[in-house]
Structures are given as structure tokens and as C-alpha cells.
């Protein structure tokens, strides 16, 4: 007895080895311990939180609440009624204003333009420049720096209508490279003559909207954009120039419209954003509530071809390009039509991107939602990684480039992160022929991820690929070096028609516990839809040989909620895109809850919770 009890000990301890070198397989250890749900990781790793950016306050409605110093001059600039000879430089106390210069009290004496209001703006001082709603220029901004963080300069809007609306053309919308103490809010920016959707379009000659470049002389800190547009400019950027020097903190981006981006000789996307090594301890970015639309393209690619001519869609322009990211939070975004990738996200070596927040974002027709790795196969680039709670829907739709594809998070060579609660839905077009929801790129290395509690539903293909190719609604790629990688707790649900798997897994290092699958448990083989190392399982094989907690799970129809029945439900159009067009209309003066992500996203959600019927399935 003794020596039978001593060769089992012998056993198991060989067999402990051989786990950790990741050669004893699933189906001789047959694991049956759960694994916890592991939302409690969420808000753990990024390290990051809006109140890292010292914004000013915001009111019940959640605007910037904007109040002069003592000392800030008030100027008034109107295209119509302005004089610049007669015109009167305020104080922040004279009684032709009152409490609020936004809404001027008495008459005032404006200027006529922009240039020469800004020769009466003070350089380190908290001045306010206040442009007429309902007007228009044809003039570019220049921004002042405020006295500090919480004494900023201003340059906004007066009185009741529309945005301000500046028609720069082929010019820069905003012509200063290193702002720094400053709000630039409800202004509207508009390259009018390269509009190719505009009356007024004469050529694709153009600029960037902004060009922000902090470098080692001069550094960019405490800048607030809100309530604006940039429309139809050739590229937004935000970048840290040279590693040397002061770093770019605390730029926040909220509630503002970037559209239309394009370029016929370079790449081009919404907002082209590149950090640095030094970046690596300061919050730097927050992008909040905004519309990032139809971005990097103006039409559609004729041969798939990557050619720019006439602004034509390639694989290298996104509504957002980030590059050695660090410190970042994008928080309830709507991520629509992108040339290609809705948030492209690079990281060339270890580390060199860390504490990335992306929560609660709305992903809409992109070819690929979030793309976190490609362009090196480095190690471990990425650190400490949030991705939580966004909706993604219907991938791949209007293929701007003519690629045949529908990625839903894209993801490598990440140490430390969760994706937590997000869905991936509704990719409807059997023409596309790479599509899936989630995957875990071939060769990537990857420590300590977590994907739990997802949902991904009714992602289709056109044909069947062999099982050694197979694509599923999550795939792990081969070749993948993986350690603590956790897939528990989704629902993985297969659209009527679709040729994918629910589960495939071709690498080692992943530990599967308490996910739900469609897989019909018929025990037949016609049904299966798991992939294990190149071959197909039924629900009940996979049971007994890899995940004995499985589940298996049914679809109800509210699980088919879209945006168009969202237009329709919230009568906010019969149509996509006349709710796309409302979200054009939305602005300080005129805002909608109903039309930014949060609320569509909870409703999106609500047609999967208490829905997806789960049960535990024993052959």
C-alpha cells in the first residue's frame, strides 16, 4: 500500500511538471476546478482615471463650467456687426457682460476678426476670446496659454444659435503647434473647399485640423477641446516629437465631432497620435464622448489597391492611430466607418505602450474595431490593458478598402490585461471570408490577459475552411507563446449560415472554464463547432476532454437589436443613417443622451442579458 500510494505521489508530481512546461495535455488532466469571475480585475491595471486630468468643473449636464479670473480680458468678435476700429477689449467685472460672457448682458463692441481679436490676447495670461454663434469666418485660431492649469485661456462661443463656424480651407483649422493652459470649446472647423460632400468643394489641397507637437524646448500641458468639429481636414495629431524634454500631459478631447479625415499623398486618420518613453508617468490623453466618423477615406478604394488617389480608402488610415501610448483613457466614443481600423493601437518594443483604458466605447462598421499589436512581433510590447464593457456591431459592412474582412479585437504581445463584459455582433454579410470576434494573433506572447464575461454573436463567413484553418468566434492563433491566459465566462453564440467555429483553440497556456457555446448538444458530429488543436468536437467531446464546465447556451430575438431598431425605438429615424446624421447635429446647446454610446450601448446590452439560456449540459 505504501509503495502504491508513493508511485501515485510520483504521478501527479510528474504530471505537475509536465504542466508547467505546458506539454501534459487537456485531455489527460481533465481539469474540474471553476474559475472565478474575474471582473473584481477591472479598474486594476490601467492605473489611469479622468480626475488624473485636473479638468475644470463640469456642470449637471456634464459641460465644462467656464468662469474668467479677475484680471482675464473678455473679447467679442461678430462678422456681421464687429468693427475692428471701435471695438472694446473688456474686464471680466464691466457690467456690459454680466455673470456669464458667454451671454453678454448689455451691448457690446465686438471685433470683426479673428486675427485682429487676437492681437489684443496676452500670452500667460487667463483671456477669453468669444466668437458670435451663427457667424462664419474665413480665418484660422490661434491660441494664447493660459496662467496654469486651473487659470486657462478661452476661446469659445457667445449668444444662441450654432456653433462659430470657421471655414479654413485649404489652412490649418487651429495654427498653433504647442498650446498649453487652454480651452478651445464650441467652436466648429471646417476645410470647406476639400469637402467632397460640400457644394463648396474646389480641390484635395489641405491641412491638418490641429497639429500639436510638444519637443524638448517647448511642451504641451492642460489643454481641453469641447463642443467642437474638425471636418474634412487632412489629419488631426497630437504628437511627443523627440524623446528628450518634457512630456505631453493632460490633453483631453470631449464631446466633439472629428469626420471626414482624408489624404490623396500621405496616411491619414481622425487623430494620428504618437508618445514617447517620457511619457510613461504622465496622464496624457482622454478621449470622451466623442464622434470619430468616416475617417482616413473620402471613397471608397475602386481596386483594393491601397492607392490615395482622390482619397481613396487603404488599410493604413483609422478613425485613431496610436503609437507608444501611454496613460490613455477612451471612454464612451462612437468609433464609426473607418478606412480601416476604428482604434489602431502600435507598440514596437517591450513596454512601450502601458495603462490603456478603453471602456464603454461603440464600434460601428470599421473593418476592424481595436487593434492592439501588428507592425513588429516584439514581446510583451503592451502593459497593463483595460478593455471593458463596448459594443461592436456589424464589422466590416461598407469595406472601404474592398478587403473581405470583419475583426473584432485584434490583440498581441499584451503582459497584464482583461477584456471584460465587451460584445461583438451582427457582421451579417456572407462575403467577408475573415471574420471573428476575438483573436489572439499567431505568435503573439501574451502574460496575465484575462477575456471574460464577452459576448459574441452572429459573426458570419462565406465557406468552410478545414479544421487546421478554421476561424472562430474566438480564435487562439498557433505558434502563440501564452501564460496565464484566462478565457472564461463568454457566450459564444453562431449566427444562422455561419461557417465559423464557436472556440478555436490551436496553442497551449489557456485555461477555459464556465463558457457558454451555441454548439447544438445533439450528439452529432454534424455538430460540431469547437476546434481543439485541428480537430472538431461536439459539445459533449469537449465536456469530457477539455471544459468540463461548458455550457451551452440559445439565442432569444431581442439578442438582434441593432441600430436601426435603435433609431426606430428611440424615433430618432427609421434608418442607420439618419441616426448617424442626428449624431452630427449633437452639441452643447443641442444634446441627447439617447445618442451617445453609454446609452445605446445599455441598450444593445439589454437585449443579451437574462436572455442567453445557459444550462449546464450532461450527456
Known amino acids: 500500500m505504501q509503495n502504491l500510494t508513493l508511485s501515485l505521489r510520483l504521478i501527479l508530481l510528474s504530471c505537475f511538471f509536465l504542466i508547467v512546461i505546458s506539454s501534459c495535455s487537456i485531455e489527460e488532466l481533465n481539469p474540474t476546478v471553476r474559475v472565478e469571475n474575474s471582473s473584481a480585475q477591472r479598474g486594476t491595471l490601467a492605473s489611469v482615471s479622468e480626475a488624473d486630468f485636473l479638468l475644470p468643473g463640469q456642470d449637471a449636464q456634464g459641460w465644462t463650467v467656464l468662469s474668467p479670473s479677475a484680471d482675464s480680458r473678455i473679447i467679442y468678435v461678430n462678422a456681421t456687426t464687429g468693427n475692428d476700429a471701435t471695438s472694446v477689449v473688456y474686464k471680466s467685472d464691466d457690467s456690459a457682460i454680466g455673470s456669464d460672457p458667454s451671454q453678454p448682458t448689455g451691448a457690446i463692441k465686438p471685433f470683426r476678426t479673428i486675427a485682429a481679436a487676437y492681437g489684443q490676447m496676452r500670452n500667460g495670461k487667463p483671456d477669453w476670446m468669444l466668437l458670435a454663434r451663427g457667424e462664419e469666418w474665413e480665418e484660422s485660431l490661434k491660441l494664447t496659454d493660459g496662467r496654469s492649469g486651473t487659470e486657462r485661456s478661452v476661446f469659445s462661443a457667445y449668444g444662441s444659435g450654432k456653433r462659430p463656424l470657421l471655414k479654413t480651407g485649404t489652412k490649418a483649422g487651429i495654427k498653433t503647434f504647442r498650446p498649453n493652459r487652454v480651452i478651445v470649446a464650441s467652436l466648429y472647423f471646417w476645410a470647406h473647399t476639400r469637402d467632397t460632400q460640400s457644394t463648396e468643394f474646389v480641390s484635395h ?59 490623396t499623398d500621405s496616411h491619414s486618420s481622425g487623430i494620428f497620435y504618437k508618445g514617447s518613453a517620457r511619457s510613461k508617468t504622465v496622464p496624457s490623453l482622454l478621449l470622451e464622448e466623442n464622434l470619430f466618423d468616416h475617417n482616413g477615406w473620402a471613397t471608397q478604394s475602386i481596386n483594393g489597391d491601397d492607392n490615395r488617389a482622390n482619397g481613396q480608402a487603404t488599410m493604413y488610415n483609422h478613425n485613431i492611430y496610436f503609437s507608444s501610448a501611454n496613460n490613455i483613457i477612451v471612454r464612451g466614443n462612437l468609433f464609426f466607418r473607418a478606412s480601416s481600423i476604428g482604434n489602431k493601437w502600435r507598440s514596437d518594443s517591450w513596454g512601450k505602450s502601458r495603462h490603456l483604458l478603453i471602456k464603454n466605447n461603440l464600434y460601428y462598421d470599421n473593418e476592424v474595431a481595436i487593434s492592439l499589436g501588428g507592425n513588429t512581433d516584439n514581446p510583451l510590447r503592451f502593459h497593463s490593458v483595460e478593455v471593458l464593457d463596448n459594443v461592436i456591431l456589424s464589422n466590416g459592412l461598407s469595406r472601404p478598402t474592398n478587403r473581405a474582412l470583419s475583426w473584432g479585437v485584434d490583440a498581441s504581445d499584451i503582459k497584464n490585461g482583461i477584456f471584460d463584459n465587451n460584445i461583438v455582433a451582427h457582421q451579417r454579410n456572407l462575403e467577408l471570408r475573415s471574420t471573428y470576434g476575438f483573436r489572439l494573433k499567431p505568435g503573439s506572447k501574451m502574460a496575465n490577459v484575462t477575456f471574460s464575461n464577452n459576448v459574441v454573436y452572429n459573426i458570419m463567413r462565406e465557406g468552410f475552411l478545414s479544421p487546421d484553418n478554421s476561424l472562430g468566434l474566438i480564435t487562439v492563433e498557433k505558434n502563440s507563446n501564452l501564460k496565464n491566459v484566462r478565457i472564461v465566462n463568454n457566450d459564444l453564440i453562431l449566427g444562422e449560415n455561419s461557417s465559423l467555429v464557436t472556440l478555436n483553440l490551436k496553442a497551449a497556456g489557456v485555461t477555459l472554464a464556465n463558457n457558454s457555446y451555441s454548439c447544438s448538444p445533439d450528439d452529432n458530429q454534424a455538430n460540431a463547432c469547437l476546434n481543439y488543436f485541428g480537430e472538431l468536437y461536439t459539445l459533449d467531446v469537449w465536456q469530457g476532454k477539455v471544459e468540463p464546465t461548458a455550457n451551452y447556451t440559445s439565442t432569444t430575438p431581442d439578442m438582434n437589436r441593432d441600430l436601426t431598431e435603435y433609431a426606430t425605438t428611440m424615433g430618432l429615424g427609421s434608418a442607420t443613417e439618419e441616426l448617424i446624421e442626428k449624431m452630427y447635429e449633437q452639441s452643447k446647446a443641442n444634446w441627447n443622451t439617447a445618442l451617445t454610446a453609454p446609452e445605446i450601448n445599455q441598450w444593445i446590452r439589454e437585449g443579451f442579458e437574462n436572455n442567453i439560456g445557459e444550462e449546464q449540459y450532461q450527456k
Open 205 to 263: 489641397e489641405g491641412k491638418r485640423g490641429f497639429d500639436f507637437l510638444s519637443d524638448e524646448d517647448e511642451d504641451i500641458e492642460d489643454v481641453l477641446i469641447e463642443d467642437c468639429v474638425f471636418m474634412a481636414y487632412k489629419e488631426n495629431t497630437i504628437q511627443d516629437r523627440l524623446d528628450p524634454g518634457k512630456p505631453m500631459k493632460r490633453i483631453a478631447i470631449r464631446r466633439s465631432i472629428i469626420a471626414w479625415s482624408y489624404s
